[in-house]
Antibody, heavy 116, light 107 residues
Framework: EVQLVESGGGLVQPGRSMKLSCAAS????????MAWVRQAPKKGLEWVAS????????YYGDSVKGRFTISRDNAKSTLYLQMNSLRSEDTATYYC?????????WGQGVMVTVSS | DIQMTQSPSVLSASVGDRVTLNCKAS??????LNWYQQKLGEAPKLLIY???NLQTGIPSRFSGSGSGTDFTLTISSLQPEDFATYFC?????????FGAGTKLELK
């Protein structure tokens, strides 16, 4: 059974950093691109970033480019999102997703609140 | 960036109705359009990928069509569990983008 479990969220002050993790199981992690998608409270979905199989290629949404870094550790089957210079508008539930022909499996999400 | 426009934003319907949700891309995205269903407090669920491919385990009352810039999701006979919000998503070119969603509510 495919499982994606996010962790690392919580309350953080504007301008600070936070790192999210996503532990994957039930599939060969290195065979898939992976992605982060977020959803602000009562808002729609926003694709944040994707990463290739070995991590050599990364892609970002305009709103996070230069502040967020997606990475992965295939030995640990874990996806990461390093978030720097956080802003109030980054407040959202962050989902990790497996990236095959589609974002086909999603984690349950982790909440990040940016507030002083 | 490619903009995805969904219509209507809210759709009121009854159990048993046939409904069509629309998604329009600001430029050609070929077949690379997915549909997701999201219920309150849950993660999105993939329904249709690459325009018209039904994800494993999804009921056959869901179908997708379209090409280029105009796409539709059809639910042939609404069931009580189908009332939710539906999002389209393009993965033809970076940055990938979602539509704003269509909320399907009980009339």
């Amino acid at each position: 059974e495919v499982q994606l479990v996010e962790s690392g969220g919580g309350l953080v002050q504007p301008g600070r950093s936070m790192k999210l993790s996503c532990a994957a199981s039930g599939f060969t992690f290195s065979d898939y691109y992976m992605a982060w998608v977020r959803q602000a409270p009562k808002k729609g979905l926003e694709w944040v970033a994707s990463i290739s199989y070995e991590g050599s290629s990364t892609y970002y949404g305009d709103s996070v480019k230069g502040r967020f870094t997606i990475s992965r550790d295939n030995a640990k089957s874990t996806l990461y999102l390093q978030m720097n210079s956080l802003r109030s508008e980054d407040t959202a539930t962050y989902y990790c997703a497996r990236h095959g022909a589609a974002l086909d499996y999603w984690g349950q999400g982790v909440m990040v609140t940016v507030s002083s | 960036d490619i903009q995805m426009t969904q219509s209507p934003s809210v759709l009121s319907a009854s159990v048993g109705d046939r409904v069509t949700l629309n998604c329009k891309a600001s430029q050609n995205i070929n077949k690379y359009l997915n549909w997701y269903q999201q219920k309150l407090g849950e993660a999105p669920k993939l329904l249709i990928y690459n325009t018209n491919n039904l994800q494993t385990g999804i009921p056959s009352r869901f179908s997708g069509s379209g090409s280029g810039t105009d796409f539709t999701l059809t639910i042939s006979s609404l069931q009580p569990e189908d009332f939710a919000t539906y999002f389209c998503f393009q993965h033809n070119s970076w940055p990938y983008t979602f539509g704003a969603g269509t909320k399907l509510e009980l009339k």
